[in-house]
């Protein structure tokens, strides 16, 4: 089997030391994790001066794998894992700098332990989508087989007899868990080593979120840097609404910023009604009745390939899923019936399934409300399951035209009394420029359940992909200006989760939005229509939006409307995102940056208004 890959020499000598196992299929990998028929197995190492440590717990449940990790820190993934090890152009920290040493002779210390494992799983798989992707491989120590698995799930598993023809690795993932206790001081660590012709990527740790999952998005986007193109932070869905019409809505942001929401089905109350949102001050709920909602065809949940193969002349942007799996976070399900065709999947899937953080026992069927303690009291905020893209129903595998481009932001409770930057208001119109700026800062926001991280407002940046680039700042920003430059036919709309001003309202604006651009079939308004925020970063506002016949409230449009907020607390909120956006752009105001993208900034440095960011002639570009 190895005779069909083009391996560095190095790689060729280390896998001639070992017995190499190569996955004939899903179902040969999930094999290697149990021995014989026992339905637990535990994920050890030897670590010197430490004894045997547990890293994970695996259950075989009826419906798949149950994976938990004994150390909670390594439930979610920590946004400072990524170093660079090489020494190529990077804006990221180098592994030199934090470490204060050299990679190299990590690098072959990694290798003689992965000899020493004298048993070694390699499996070929494809980074990004099975018509526009590369070939890559991962090596790792057969107890991984759940990692192994994981990734065989995310992205384009190749079984050893569609391979044909000798290949040339374009990525190489090499997994070694025990050296974030001899090495790191327990902490996750992925490191990227981008040599001439393979991008190395070292997981030094077993949960897939950075390494499996964003580090395999680390290579697609250094690929793309090289190559002129972007895999966008995104959920996609087509949209056909009662009326049969075809609507396409792209939606980015941060982590927790309502991808994969957009993609499902709205939630109802037990009587049917969609709940919009709660009062934190006054406790009243709002409510919406909606008879017919539109069927929903998704296309991508996490990330969207927008390489240049695909784009055509129809001046939207043109965009295919670049994984073959999805890694559904599910800490908003905690009780049966909340989203009945995601619990039906996943409760009786057409094959196993990949469950991690998850109270999965063994022999029974693990349910995806039951989450994992991270202490007594305290459920994980991270459960998941992934879920592969063949198992979804109405999925589109085809490329689509994009009509509509949103991007979310999780926002915290804004009042009077504690005002803060909750004063977007359910859905924003803005121009292309200004979206290209929320873009650029893209702030990761309140209350975060991916990742770990503090409190306030912190930037993910440039696309909201940036915390998985491992090149220039500069140059991303630089290809998603162009991007959005060169598809003026899709538009931009801003769209808050978890609060506007006072009422809570979790994911509902989201849906409410899709349900009302995919029947209005357009972001087109008249000029009466909207006027302008009164926060400039905002763009345009409704002045009323009518769903199925029902008005919703103005104080959900315009913040500062409602009772509980009034303007004095608003514009302190206004003044939190402009101080945030001023901050984070500085670094971007270069002699590389484009001429118009620095003068984007500057509009937005002098305070400008949906109207100036409008006037920028983004055809020079």
């Known amino acids: ?69 004994t150390d909670a820190y390594m439930r979610r993934r920590d946004p400072e894992c990524m170093v660079i090890a090489d020494n190529q152009e990077t804006d990221k920290t180098r592994y030199s700098a934090r470490y204060n040493t050299e990679f190299n002779p990590l690098r072959q210390e990694t290798f003689d332990w992965l000899a020493a494992q004298r048993e070694l799983i390699v499996m070929p798989f494809i980074a990004g989508n099975r018509q526009i992707g590369y070939p890559s491989l991962i090596i790792a120590p057969v107890n991984a087989a759940f990692f192994v698995a994981a990734l065989a799930d995310l992205q384009v598993f190749v079984a050893p007899d569609e391979i044909s023809e000798k290949i040339q690795p374009k990525a190489i993932i090499y997994v070694a868990p025990p050296f974030r206790h001899t090495h790191f001081s327990g902490e996750q660590v992925v490191v990227h080593n981008r040599l001439p012709d393979v991008h190395e990527l070292f997981s030094y740790n077993l949960y897939p979120g950075p390494s499996a999952k964003k580090g395999v998005y680390s290579i697609l986007l250094d690929i793309g840097e090289k190559e002129g193109w972007i895999t966008l932070h995104c959920s996609t869905v087509k949209i056909i609404t009662p009326y049969e019409h075809e609507f396409v809505i792209m939606h980015e942001g941060a982590s927790g910023g309502g991808k994969s929401e957009m993609i ?32 929903l065809y998704p296309v991508t949940d996490d990330m969207g390939l927008c390489h240049t193969h695909l784009q055509n002349d129809s001046k939207k942007l043109v965009v295919v899923d670049a994984e073959d799996g999805w890694f559904l976070r599910v800490d908003h399900l905690k009780q049966y019936g909340t989203e009945p065709h995601l619990e039906k999947l996943t409760i009786q899937p057409p094959a196993p399934l990949v469950f991690l953080n998850l109270d999965g026992q063994p022999n029974a069927t693990c349910l995806i409300w039951e989450h994992t303690m991270d202490a007594p009291g305290k459920p994980c905020p991270n459960p998941r399951v992934i879920v592969p893209r063949r198992f979804i129903p109405h999925i589109i595998s085809e490329p689509v035209e994009v009509d509509i481009r949103s991007f979310g932001v999780r926002t915290p409770p804004t009042t009077r009394e504690k005002p803060n930057y909750g004063i977007i208001g359910l859905l924003h119109i803005i121009p292309p420029s200004l979206a290209w700026l929320w873009r650029l800062v893209a702030p990761r926001g309140h209350s975060n359940p991916s990742i770990i991280s503090g409190d306030g407002l912190e930037s993910e940046g440039v696309g909201s992909y ?154 020079q570009v």
């Not at 190095?10 to 290697?32: A, F, G, N, W, Y």
């Not at 670590?47 to 009826?62: D, F, Y």
């Open 1 to 69: 089997m190895l005779s069909k890959f083009q391996l560095p020499a190095d790689i060729q000598q280390l896998l001639e030391k070992v017995s190499v196992i190569v996955p004939e299929s899903r179902e040969h990998l999930l094999k290697l994790i149990f021995t014989e028929e026992r339905a637990v197995a535990e994920v050890a190492y030897h670590v010197p001066g430490q004894g045997s440590i547990v890293e994970a717990t695996i259950a075989r449940c009826k419906n798949g794998i149950s994976v938990n990790y």
């Open 466 to 619: 940036w915390p998985f680039a491992t090149g220039k700042m500069v140059v991303q920003a630089n290809l998603l200006l162009t991007q959005i430059a060169r598809t003026p036919r899709t538009h931009y709309t801003l769209i808050p989760n978890q609060y506007i001003g006072a009422y809570k309202v979790g994911f509902t604006p989201g849906w409410i939005a899709r349900e009302y651009l995919s029947r209005r079939g357009s972001v087109r308004f008249k000029p009466e229509h909207l006027e302008q925020a009164r926060c400039p970063l905002l763009g345009w506002t409704l002045k009323s939006l009518k769903v199925d016949g029902t008005f919703l409230p103005k104080g959900l449009l315009q913040v500062n409307e409602q009772l509980e907020v009034g303007n004095e607390a608003y514009d302190i909120g206004a003044q939190i995102l402009a101080d945030f956006f001023k901050q984070e752009l500085k670094q971007f105001q270069t002699a590389k940056l484009h001429p118009v993208a620095n003068q984007i900034i500057e509009v937005c440095i002098a305070g400008g208004t949906a109207d100036d960011y409008a006037k920028i002639d983004l055809s």
């Open 264 to 295: 499902q089905e709205i939630h109802r109350e037990p009587d049917g009604r969609i709940l919009i949102g709660e009062d934190i001050v006054t406790g009243e709920r709002l409510y919406l009745e909606l008879a017919d909602t539109c069927e």
